[in-house]
């Protein structure tokens, strides 16, 4: 069973930003690695993914202001999130799995999950 920990996430004002992290074992780095939020009442969103070979994928909702990162030295996923927005408001959560066909924003192709971190936006 893969432990991811995440961290990193607060309150802040809209336009602001925040880094989020996710502790995983070493061997996790040659999986897929992705974050998904859940806001109250929603389904789960992918929102930015990064496979074995770095390539990475984004929801629309936060292309050009998110940006997915790992540091296989320290063993930590990032998600650095700027010009924040109300409606980023949600639960914050890393997963990890086996190469595999799915997308990378595609919850199904992924096996572990962290507890999850909030991030809250206000106006």
């Known amino acids: 069973q893969v432990q991811l920990v995440e961290s990193g996430g607060g309150s802040v004002q809209a336009g602001g930003s925040l880094r989020l992290s996710c502790a995983a074992p070493?061997?996790?780095?040659?999986?897929?690695m992705g974050w998904f939020r859940q806001a109250p009442g929603k389904e789960r969103e992918g929102i930015a993914g990064?496979?074995?070979?770095?390539?990475?994928s984004y929801a629309n909702s936060v292309k050009g202001r998110f940006t997915i990162s790992q540091d296989n030295a320290k063993n930590t996923l990032y998600l650095q999130m700027n010009s924040l927005k109300p409606e980023d408001t949600a639960m914050y959560y890393c997963?990890?799995?086996?190469?595999?066909?799915?997308?990378?924003?595609?919850?199904?192709?992924?096996?572990?999950w962290g507890q999850g971190t909030q991030v809250t936006v206000s106006s």
């Open positions: 997963a990890a799995g086996p190469p595999n066909t799915l997308g990378l924003l595609d919850s199904r192709a992924y096996k572990n």
């Open positions: 990064i496979n074995s070979f770095g390539a990475t």
């Open positions: 070493e061997y996790t780095y040659s999986r897929h």
